[in-house]
């Protein structure tokens, strides 16, 4: 499995960016797929997660900000973030499977300034 992370970068508070994920030797469509981060001195912890009907389930400190989606036609798991604020910054990972027990994206860096 190969999972390639994409469209991080800084943004400035309240401001918004985009993640993709596009994975490659992977049955995509029956795929669970999720976005994790890792912040300076925390442990990674999951975003968001984007089951095979589509279900979506999210992490409190980021519902109603950000939206995880799916295009299995392109093999690719998207993640909108909105409304980012300084907390926010972290190495956003992508993954696939329960708990990415089928791999892992190489990371994309959000930094969120004040």
């Known amino acids: 499995v190969q999972l390639q992370a994409s469209g991080g970068g800084l943004v400035q508070a309240g401001g918004s960016l985009r993640l993709s994920c596009a994975a490659s030797g992977i049955i995509f469509r029956g795929a669970i797929m999720g976005w994790y981060r890792q912040a300076p001195g925390k442990e990674r912890e999951l975003v968001a997660s984007i089951y095979i009907g589509g279900t979506t389930t999210y992490a409190d400190v980021v519902k109603g900000r950000f939206t995880i989606s799916r295009d299995n036609a392109k093999s690719t798991v998207y993640l909108q973030m909105n409304s980012l604020k300084p907390e926010d910054t972290a190495v956003y990972y992508c993954?696939?499977?329960?708990?990415?027990?089928?791999?892992w994206g190489q990371g994309t860096l959000v930094t969120v300034s004040s």
């Open positions: 993954a696939a499977g329960p708990s990415g027990n089928r791999g």
